[in-house]
Structures are given as C-alpha cells and as structure tokens.
C-alpha cells in the first residue's frame, strides 16, 4: 500500500465534505491534529485517528485504509485484508491484485471518545478479571460507537491487554494499545 498511497491526507476530503457544513456566505473555522497513523505492512493497512474542532462541534474522526476483498459471512458483508483471507501470500503485487484498495472514514462525536477514556478503568478491571479456561478465548468488547468498537482478547489468566483490535465500520485493525491509549491522551489535550 505504500507504494500506491496518495500524496495528500484523505482524511481533509472526509472533513471537507462530510463534516464540514458552510452556507453560502458564512465562514467557518476548524482545524484539525492527526494523534495516530498506524501502518501495518503485513495487512496492507493504514488507520489513523484525527482530532478535528469547528466553530460549533469537537469530533474524533477514525480512517481505515486498507487493501481488502468482500467476505460474506452469514448475510453480513465484511472487507478482510487479503493477507488475512491468504496468509501464505506476501508479495504486494499479488495482494494488490486480489484485493481492492479501500477507505472507511468515520466521526465519532467528542463526548462518546471521551466516554470511551472514562470507561478504561472499568475496562482494565472486567479484563483482570476474565479468567479464560486452558485452550478457551475470551473477548472483551466495549462499542465507542455505531461503528466502531475495540476488542481484547485473553488466552490465558495471566495475559496482559497489551494488543487489541479496533473495528472500523466491518475492518478489522490489530493496535498496540499503548498506542492507541497515548492516541486518546492527546486527543484530550487538543483545543
């Protein structure tokens, strides 16, 4: 994907045109400060989280980019990453043939972000307290919005959230989660 990545951000087309809503003649302010831009070369897969304030509204927008193929799972469409439909397939030429590049670009409105920051206490202790049996998995999920939602798994007792998976719309992303807690952090910190 880095190969055939866009020299501008992607992320101003979705703020331009889809959160941005100017009259005709007003004006209006905004701005915008990108906290995380996660790329992940084995999945041909790029997400980012933008901090993004106008004049009237604070928002936390999540971009999902990523070369993926349309799996139908029960009547539920869902885009996978190729290379995790084909593990065995590494070249990039191959990956990009099979799959398509796609984008997902979403808002999430400031108070839910920032709901989802008050709840990782609780969040921490429900994990601790997740108790897998010997070969069992168990998942603890927590949806920030409509779409989209994180996901921590626990294979063992003992076993620490140091990765989780943050679906955006039906794309799946593995994220270290210190980062994507530094991430949240920052967001706090934009005015």
């Given at each position: ?33 990108l906290?995380?831009r ?10 980012e989280l ?43 030429a ?41 070969g ?51 967001m706090?910190?934009?005015?």
């Amino acid at each position: 994907m880095a190969s055939c990545a866009p020299k501008y951000n992607l992320y101003d087309y979705y703020q331009s045109h889809t959160i941005d809503q100017v009259n005709a003649g007003e004006t209006n302010q905004a701005k915008s400060k990108l906290l995380m831009r996660d790329y992940d070369g084995k999945a041909q897969a790029q997400l980012e989280l933008i901090a993004y304030k106008t004049d009237s509204a604070k928002y936390l927008v999540v971009g999902s980019q990523k070369i993926t193929k349309n799996v139908d799972v029960k009547g539920q469409v869902f885009q996978m990453g190729v290379s995790e439909i084909y593990p065995k397939v590494k070249d990039e030429a191959v990956i990009r043939m099979i799959g398509d590049y796609t984008v997902y670009y979403t808002h999430i409105s400031w108070e839910d972000a920032t709901k989802f920051m008050e709840a990782m206490a609780g969040i921490k202790q429900a994990y601790a307290a997740m108790k897998p049996a010997n070969g069992e998995v168990m998942y603890l999920d927590y949806a920030i919005s409509s779409d989209v939602r994180i996901s921590f798994a626990k294979s063992s007792p003992n076993q620490q959230p140091t990765e989780c998976v943050l679906w955006v719309g039906k794309r799946r992303h593995f994220v270290v989660t210190g980062m994507l807690m530094d991430a949240m952090n920052y967001m706090r910190t934009f005015n």
